[in-house]
T-cell receptor
Framework: AQSVTQLGSHVSVSEGALVLLRCNYS??????LFWYVQYPNQGLQLLLK??????LVKGINGFEAEFKKSETSFHLTRPSAHMSDAAEYFC???????????FGSGTKLNVKP | DTAVSQTPKYLVTQMGNDKSIKCEQN?????MYWYKQDSKKFLKIMFS???????INETVPNRFSPKSPDKAHLNLHINSLELGDSAVYFC??????????????FGPGTRLTVL
């Protein structure tokens, strides 16, 4: 079985500061890990994903995430926050169970001027 | 050129009514999904269809009935609406191996309010 825990339902950073959104997962099989972003009143968009290979993955808009198996984590970072980054971010995990996606409860990112 | 579309965008109705939400994708994907996002933003899968066949049916009341007339459409019909059904419902689609590659494309959502 798979599950996801996102630490911090709300994160607030200043413009230009580091963005760090935490995600820990539980999986009985090698996981596939994803970050999605949801802007207000919109659907979810894929930011980045880890399936196999390099554990540091780069996504759109300068976001990165690193898969750390020993820590069962997949934290999302961006070196410098922009006002346009304000949104809800969801971490998700799937295993080898076809079509099964498990989302975390989301982290709302607020960016202060 | 919308990839995944849903109608209506907003739906306000009384308890006990029956309503439908429509979803269409023009991406040629084989698999479609319905998700429910509650007031706390928790997103949970409800159903998944692959080529018109039901793949996943999570613990959802049988008042909810998905229908897939063809692989480009997955509609959600809800009978005897209850207050707890108020949520945002998202439709999504993916290629055959979409889960493995994370390529789920989401619609804009339908905000259902039951009064």
């Amino acid at each position: 079985a798979q599950s996801v825990t996102q630490l911090g339902s709300h994160v607030s950073v200043s413009e230009g500061a580091l963005v760090l959104l935490r995600c820990n997962y539980s999986s009985s099989v090698p996981p596939y890990l994803f970050w999605y972003v949801q802007y207000p009143n919109q659907g979810l968009q894929l930011l980045l994903k880890y399936t196999t290979g390099a554990t540091l993955v780069k996504g759109i808009n300068g976001f990165e995430a690193e898969f750390k198996k020993s820590e069962t984590s997949f934290h999302l970072t961006r070196p410098s926050a922009h006002m346009s980054d304000a949104a809800e971010y969801f971490c998700a995990v799937s295993g080898n169970n076809f079509n099964k996606f498990y989302f975390g409860s989301g982290t709302k990112l607020n960016v202060k001027p | 050129d919308t990839a995944v579309s849903q109608t209506p965008k907003y739906l306000v109705t009384q308890m006990g009514n029956d309503k439908s939400i429509k979803c269409e994708q023009n991406l040629g994907h084989d698999t479609m999904y319905w998700y429910k996002q509650d007031s706390k933003k928790f997103l949970k899968i409800m159903f998944s269809y692959n080529n018109k066949e039901l793949i996943i049916n999570e613990t959802v009341p049988n008042r909810f009935s998905p229908k897939s007339p063809d692989k480009a459409h997955l509609n959600l019909h809800i009978n005897s609406l209850e207050l707890g059904d108020s949520a945002v419902y998202f439709c999504a689609s993916s290629p055959r191996d979409g889960v493995v590659n994370g390529e789920q494309f989401f619609g804009p959502g339908t905000r259902l309010t039951v009064l």
